[in-house]
């Protein structure tokens, strides 16, 4: 029997959905269900939900709560992480605003430009604490992160401890994947994509017609002005939420009707996206608020309405979505694990793992997005053509990436000055040594390392 080990698993979005993908797996609802997080009372209720559900399905399945990391993950085959630290949209907050106060023109503060460097010196110490412990008790485990900033993430670890399974997951692939379908007037079945890039910084790199293997770029690209630039974004969705009372999830692999969403703002959350596909010729896979976060000129282009109506929402449905567990598969991981158990050989739309020849120009220790090719054997990254414009765009990041790693595992604040320095979204150098420090000061004591 397969040991699994939800880290974070008290958090209503990530434990609920988690076992409700569990649960609807006949072969991995069979394994041993371990919930870990460091909020007692919050686990506890996980499982109090997760017993609740299972015994109203007539399931039986092995549940418990473990506090004890150590204990939690000894002998675990699979280990889930998605945490954050601290009061997640206060310091969500700092790393977005504190950045545009000292002149810097970021978009957004999640994952890319000087946000997402303050994101990453918080949250990877402690990720790096818990693959520690995996790699002392579970050192054959596979581990999946949901946890952002992704690609820095997972570069860090993976310079870390090289010899750990560790793979990035991210549903922002089906922010393409869902709109395919309508645009090329076909069933999801006919279409085969691929995408590739950095977390949340990918395009679709090619697109075929699978019964008759025609490229259908050329229609992607004719078709998607007129279905995009119509498409409802954040913007109306929190306006119909405001006005009905009711949460749209427009997270994750399900279909999302927005069809009673009927003025719309052109290129509502696409803006920025207009322009890639106009200057560029290919899709992003995500909307401005992710894409612009690497870009110094997203500032011009972003649909800064959409942005902040993104965030708005974001905060509020987190807080009122209902803490109840559905029989339906919402992220990938589950089927990658039974891919892993031998239960069949598909191809995954992305996982975040490192590069290797998989995208050119990149160096091979930074991790990407692509697809892969899952089976017993394990999981293998598909190489993917990447334009060479956007390449252009990427490989702007590996400074980036390559001195956020090692500010953190040299607990560097000089380090830390100069990834923001190599940044391309940063225009100025003056303040950037205060910048930090007011950060670190505003951030205790997840930023004390630094000080």
């Not at 191809?347 to 590069?355: D, K, R, S």
């Not at 290797?356 to 090719?373: C, F, K, S, Y």
Request: aromatic share 8%; net charge negative; charged share 20%.
């Amino acid at each position: 029997m397969s040991k699994i080990v939800l880290v974070g698993a008290g958090s209503l979005q990530f434990g609920t959905g988690m076992l409700g993908d569990i649960f609807q797996s006949p072969t991995i609802r069979s394994a041993e269900i371990v919930l870990h997080d460091i909020n007692e009372a919050a686990a506890l209720r996980m499982l109090s939900l997760a017993e609740t559900y299972c015994h109203d399905n007539n399931l039986s399945v092995a549940l418990s709560v473990e506090m004890n990391r150590a204990r939690a993950l000894r002998k675990a085959d699979f280990v889930v992480i998605s945490i954050e630290v601290g009061d997640r949209f206060a310091l969500w907050d700092i790393d977005w605003k504190l950045p545009q106060q000292y002149g810097i023109h970021q978009i957004y503060g999640e994952n890319g430009g000087p946000g997402g460097l303050f994101h990453a010196l918080r949250i990877i110490p402690p990720i790096l604490d818990i693959c520690r412990t995996i790699i002392d008790v579970a050192p054959e485990a596979t581990v999946f992160n949901y946890s952002n900033p992704m690609s820095r993430i997972c570069t860090t670890v993976h310079r870390a401890f090289p010899a750990l399974n560790f793979i990035g997951m991210c549903h922002e692939i089906a922010s393409l994947e869902r709109h395919l379908p309508p645009l090329l007037g076909c069933a999801r079945d006919e279409i085969h994509y691929r995408a590739g890039g950095l977390n949340h910084f990918s395009v679709m790199t090619d697109v075929t017609y699978v019964k008759s293997g025609a490229d259908a770029y050329p229609d992607v690209r004719a078709r998607a002005p007129a279905y995009f630039s119509a498409l409802p974004g954040y913007s109306e969705i929190l306006q119909a939420s405001r006005r009905t009372g009711a949460s749209i999830e427009t997270e994750g692999w399900m279909d999302v009707d927005l069809s009673e969403l009927k003025t719309v703002r052109p290129w509502s959350d696409r803006r920025l996206f207009a322009r890639i596909l106009e200057d560029f010729g290919y899709l992003p896979i995500t909307n401005d608020s992710h894409f612009g976060e690497y870009l110094p000129w997203a500032h011009d282009y972003a649909d800064h309405q959409g942005i902040v109506d993104f965030y708005t929402y974001y905060r509020h449905i987190l807080g009122t979505l209902p803490a109840h567990i559905q029989n339906r598969l919402t992220e990938r991981a589950v089927p990658i694990i039974e891919g892993l158990l031998g239960e069949r050989t598909y191809e995954e739309a992305a996982v975040n793992i490192p590069n290797r020849n998989l995208i050119n120009d990149l160096p091979p220790w930074i991790v990407v997005e692509v697809p892969a090719r899952i089976n017993g054997n394990g999981v293998q990254g598909i190489g993917v053509k990447v334009p060479d414009g956007i390449r252009g765009l990427l490989t702007n990041q590996i400074g980036v990436h390559n001195l956020t790693a090692e500010a953190v595992l040299k607990k560097s604040r000089d380090l830390a000055i100069q990834a923001l320095l190599v940044d391309p979204v940063v225009a100025c150098a003056r303040a950037i040594p205060e910048l930090l420090d007011h950060v670190i000061a505003e951030q205790r004591p997840w930023l004390d390392y630094l000080a």
